[in-house]
């Protein structure tokens, strides 16, 4: 066989698996969009149900739940946001079927079972983190942002004249719808995405990157890193930071506790397929 022939039959399968690639991608992204048309239909009820955290406090207040458009093309910015969201919430399992579809057959049957998993693991744990901040954290934050509103009051008699029983000043909400769902968004991809951190670190130690011995000694530099990320991903207010930050730190040490788990099955597997037996021998002597 000569030279080139060598390289033809090398460069075959690499073709072979791009052209594939491409297969999924195009499946991905037609599934994507077909998830943008349909929640591009039903904007405005998606909308609606976005806004319930703000509507509950504002209704505890007293106040009308109303968002307003600051400018001619918001409404429509709004909802092409609220599609692509929505849309790669509805494409995601069949995405996630196109990954795997594509990586399978490259992985023995023992990795496929270690693998899958956290593949299925991976949408739930976002959707949880999702929940979470959108049913706890929200109403929370925007409790907090609203505390600073001030409503007019009949000012007090500190002169004679006209200057009794004038108004106090009002300073009232009236939120851009856009920036509403920005923030909303914001709170959601954040805590759905740290809430990937024990699944990405599980996996990370399944293939041994990672160990929980080694996780537990960076601890206090896992702490500064959270903080940091709080800061980060929230706005500025305590209340928020405080509640990722405690999620987040939960999150890193249940992360150590299903490494350690790893580690102990495999540890049980290796000494039953004889691996230890030396060990333990020198151990004995």
Known sequence: MSQTDEIDDST???????????????????????????????????????????????????????????????????AIKISLLGGFVLAFPYIGLQMWRFVAPGLYQNEKGAFLPFLVASPFMFLLGASFAFYVVTPLAYDFFLGFQQFGTTGEAVASGPAQNQPGLSVVFQGSAQEYLNLTIKFIVAFGLCFQLPV?????????????EGLGSVRKYAVVAI?????????????????????VYGLYEISILLVARVERKRDEKLREEGYFEDEDDGADH
């Not at 903080?227 to 999620?247: E, G, K, N, R, S």
């Open 227 to 247: 903080l940091v990320l709080a800061a980060l991903v929230t706005p500025p207010d305590v209340i928020t930071q405080v509640i990722l930050f405690v999620v």
């Open 200 to 212: 990405l670190l599980t996996l990370m130690g399944k293939a041994g990157l990672v160990s929980s």
């Open 12 to 78: 075959a399968p690499l073709i072979e698996h791009l052209a594939e690639l491409r297969s999924r991608l195009i499946h991905s992204v037609v599934a994507f969009l077909v998830g943008m048309v349909i929640c591009f239909t039903v904007a405005t009820p998606l909308f609606n149900f976005l806004t319930h955290p703000l509507c509950q406090v504002l209704e505890e207040g007293g106040q009308d739940c109303a968002l307003i458009f600051i400018s001619p093309q918001e409404g429509f910015f709004v």
